[in-house]
């Protein structure tokens, strides 16, 4: 089990975009096995690999764990590489947040349902269907790997009052 370390914004990491997984490598396998680890411990419902530093195409996510009743808690994670959306239908506003934007929320307008397709870890084609939740997580972490994350979701203003409120932070802690 390796714990890797979240980045945050403003990272240059978060706003890249990642690349293809061509080849199935141990590396890849472990990088997917640390992000899973790492998605559980923060504790999230989904991880992209830029999340982690990593500019590949690999998603993580599992919408039950970490809401889950102690008693009910049992990791069934969903390793997606490469994912592609094929469909999507309606459309739901919802608050989100994510580990790399600590302490901020916003409304975001995502598909209410989509149909993903990607491989999964051992190289097997693995489609996707879902709504609510994980359709929106699903979008979620396929932004990230677009070098996309809340802050381009929310206005202007919104988004500069965060970054001074980072870059404060940041001379506080100095
Ligand atoms: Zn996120």
């Known amino acids: 089990m390796a714990v890797r370390s979240i980045v945050t914004v403003p990272d240059p990491k978060l706003s890249e975009r990642a690349n293809a997984v061509i080849d199935l490598t141990e590396d890849i396998c472990q990088l997917a096995a640390d992000m899973t680890d790492t998605m559980y411990k923060a504790p999230g419902i989904g991880l992209a690999a830029n999340q982690v ?14 809401y889950a009743e102690p008693k009910d808690k049992k990791k069934v994670p969903t390793v997606l590489i490469n994912p592609v959306i094929l469909f999507t239908e309606g459309e739901e ?44 997580v699903i979008q979620h972490e396929i932004d990230h790997l677009e070098g996309k994350t809340l802050l381009d979701h929310s206005s202007a203003l919104k988004r500069n009052l965060y970054h001074r409120r980072v870059k404060k932070s940041r001379r506080g802690n100095r």
């Open 53 to 66: 530093g990593e500019l590949v195409r690999v998603i993580v996510f599992d919408i039950h764990y970490a």
């Open 93 to 136: 506003f919802k608050e989100e947040g994510c580990l790399s934007v600590p302490n901020f929320n916003v409304d975001v307008k995502r598909a209410a349902r989509v149909q993903v397709e990607g491989i999964d870890i051992k190289g097997k084609p693995l489609k996707i269907e879902g709504e609510g939740l994980v359709a929106r």
